[in-house]
């Protein structure tokens, strides 16, 4: 059983560039997170994705803008990169939406470098 | 504001020796809590929770965690430590009406043997 995956593992931008990360939900999952984890922090919510649409939102601008597709898979895209979007982006599944009843099961994560 | 405080940012062991990482949340109610495990290039894998109930959890590897109201604390422990044991491990919060965890900073495990 495949857990979660990410696309790719890492990449270099430019500022002002546009990026597109991709995650694979676990088998059997319907929601998927995504998280900015910056070097020596915590992982900081980005938004949920349940049934293709946006279900919860952290603190973070429009330029991070997401999708979920039929198949349950996800994309986050990220625009006018700065340089503080350098991080660790990481994607989480779970079944159904909810908080803590719903356990999260964690990808290896996208390394973003922004130059 | 809700947040999530882990005090230590490293901690070193050596291998076999008891380990305690510590964990304060500030919430207006208890929250759900969380304690994960984040190995060298991988994602966070779930080490235990806490929902309600028995204020001590077990959770895997060998690990269990404490619930005290009266501190606002949710520490780690295990009683004896593996060189395996050694990454990074994150303590979480989530309010029970949200769907928006609270991660700690994270504190960084060393081993030695």
């Known amino acids: 059983d495949a857990g979660v995956t990410q696309s790719p593992t890492h990449l270099i931008k430019t500022r002002g560039q546009q990026v597109t990360l991709r995650c694979s939900p676990k088998?059997?999952?319907?929601?998927v997170s995504w998280y900015q984890q910056a070097l020596g922090q915590g992982p900081q919510f980005i938004f949920q994705?349940?049934?293709?649409?946006?279900?919860q939102r952290g603190n973070f601008p429009d330029r991070f803008s997401g999708h979920q597709f039929p198949n349950y898979s996800s994309e986050l895209n990220v625009n006018a990169l700065l340089l503080g979007d350098s991080a660790l982006y990481l994607c989480?599944?779970?079944?159904?939406?909810?908080?803590?009843?719903?356990?999260?099961?964690f990808g290896p994560g996208t390394r973003l470098t922004v130059l | 504001a809700q947040s999530v405080t882990q005090p230590d940012i490293h901690i070193t062991v050596s291998e076999g020796a008891s380990l305690e990482l510590r964990c304060n949340y500030s919430?207006?109610?208890?929250?759900?809590l969380f304690w994960y495990v984040q190995s060298p290039g991988q994602g966070l894998q779930l080490l235990l929770k806490?929902?309600?109930?028995?204020?001590l959890v077990q959770g895997i590897k060998g690990f269990e965690a404490e619930f005290k109201r009266s501190q606002s604390s949710f520490n780690l422990r295990k009683p004896s430590v593996h060189w395996s044991d050694a990454a990074e491990y994150f303590c979480?919060?989530?309010?029970?009406?949200?769907?928006?965890?609270?991660f700690g900073r994270g504190t960084s495990l060393i081993v030695h043997p």
């Open positions: 806490y929902f309600s109930g028995d204020t």
């Open positions: 994705y349940y049934e293709e649409e946006e279900r």
């Open positions: 919430y207006g109610a208890t929250p759900y």
């Open positions: 979480a919060a989530l309010s029970g009406g949200s769907y928006i965890p609270t």
């Open positions: 989480a599944s779970s079944l159904g939406v909810g908080g803590g009843g719903n356990e999260q099961f």
């Open positions: 088998s059997g999952h319907d929601t």
